[in-house]
């Protein structure tokens, strides 16, 4: 199960910060991520993080954007400052379970479980 929070409603220039939350996965979830998709605009990759640490976030969001996973709670959380009308998306957590060392986090097509998305709204 994957619950996402934080989304809603943002003026240019503020901050969100997006959680997933995964719980009741019999095995590790081996690539966390976000993705978003703007109505019209196909999905995007936003930001990974990989169970080995390794975490990336898109160069087109970076230094804006910061991706961190708590480990105790199993909960990636996506810091968004910054936030520009362009960031208007629904944004979707997804986790690839089991993995392996050659998992392609990177890759959407390799994630098997998908949240529902949590809207995120930029507007003056």
């Known amino acids: 199960q994957l619950e996402e929070s934080g989304g809603g409603s943002v003026e240019p220039g503020g901050s969100l910060t997006l959680s997933c939350a995964a719980s009741?996965?019999?095995?590790?979830?081996?690539?966390m991520a976000w993705f978003r998709q703007a109505p019209g605009n196909e999905r995007e990759k936003v930001a990974t993080?990989?169970?080995?640490?390794?975490?990336t976030v898109a160069r087109s969001l970076q230094g804006r954007f910061t991706v961190s996973k708590d480990n105790a709670k199993n909960t990636l959380n996506l810091q968004m400052n910054s936030i520009k009308p362009e960031d208007t998306a629904m944004y979707f957590c997804?986790?690839?379970?089991?993995?392996?060392?050659?998992?392609?986090?990177?890759?959407?097509?390799?994630?098997?479980?998908w949240g529902q998305g949590t809207q995120v709204t930029v507007s003056s």
């Open positions: 997804a986790v690839l379970s089991p993995g392996s060392y050659y998992s392609n986090c990177e890759d959407a097509d390799q994630y098997n479980y």
């Open positions: 009741g996965f019999l095995y590790t979830t081996y690539c």
């Open positions: 993080f990989k169970e080995t640490g390794v975490s």
